[in-house]
């Protein structure tokens, strides 16, 4: 009974280089959050996906953030060309419908370190 | 736009003592609320949750107050233990909508 997985938990890129954050929500949710907390604030929003489609990017950064949730396989959260303020954990939630009268469950988060 | 904020950064609070910790939301379409607990380098875990038709809800050592005129929620922990020491988030959803509060670091003092 495996909660949100998330992976990888730690990753270092340099200035410049892309990173790429997977999300596999808990068995049965087809609802995908995606939230960032920067160094001493509170989560924030960034993107809510369902299976295949984009409900709410409105917390998305313009440029270098992208997300999807494919047919198959992980939520992905890609960033390009990383700079030190991308440093955050990235957590990802889930939920079987939506989020309203739902609860949404968080995994473990993926610490992105920017050098 | 801040639609969820909770104004305490942190609180502290004696062993067996009660613990409030509050949030207050802007947007009058919030209609679920949840609190979550956070510890280092960990996800959050879910704690607690209350729908908008109702304005107390209670688990255990854990009970959340809605004032929906106020548009203000609480967490009330008691008695608070040292193992609750974390950052608690507030969050109000309506449809596909969830927005946290900045959190609220706790620590229960032996």
Do not use: C, W
């Given at each position: 009974n495996a909660g949100v997985m998330q992976n990888p938990r730690h990753l270092v890129r340099r200035r410049g280089q892309e990173a790429r954050l997977r999300c596999s929500p808990m068995k049965g949710h087809s609802h995908v959050y995606w939230y960032r907390q920067l160094p001493e604030e509170g989560l924030k929003f960034m993107v809510y996906l369902q299976k295949e489609?984009?409900?709410?990017?409105?917390?998305?950064?313009?440029?270098?953030?992208?997300a999807e949730f494919p047919k198959e396989g992980p939520s992905i959260l890609r960033i390009q060309q990383v700079v030190r303020?991308?440093?955050?954990?990235?957590f990802c939630a889930s939920s079987?419908?939506?989020?309203?009268?739902?609860?949404i469950y968080f995994g473990e988060g993926s610490w992105l370190t920017v050098v | 736009d801040q639609q969820v904020k909770q104004n305490s950064p942190s609180l502290s609070v004696q062993e067996g003592r009660i613990s409030i910790l509050n949030c207050d939301y802007t947007n009058s379409m919030f209609d679920y609320f949840l609190w979550y607990k956070k510890y280092p380098a960990e996800g959050p875990t879910f704690l607690i949750s209350i729908s908008s038709i109702k304005d107390?809800?209670?688990?255990?050592?854990?009970?959340?107050?809605?004032?929906?005129?106020?548009?203000?929620?609480?967490?009330?922990?008691?008695?608070?233990?040292?193992?609750?020491?974390a950052v608690y988030f507030c969050a109000a959803s309506e449809v596909d909508d969830m927005r946290f509060?900045?959190?609220?670091?706790?620590?229960v003092k032996p």
């Open positions: 489609n984009i409900i709410d990017e409105s917390g998305m950064p313009k440029e270098r953030f992208s303020g991308d440093s955050a954990a990235y079987a419908l939506a989020a309203s009268g739902n609860t | 107390k809800n209670e688990d255990g050592r854990f009970t959340v107050f809605l004032n929906k005129s106020a548009k203000h929620l609480s967490l009330h922990i008691v008695p608070s233990q040292p193992g609750d020491s509060g900045a959190g609220t670091r706790l620590t």
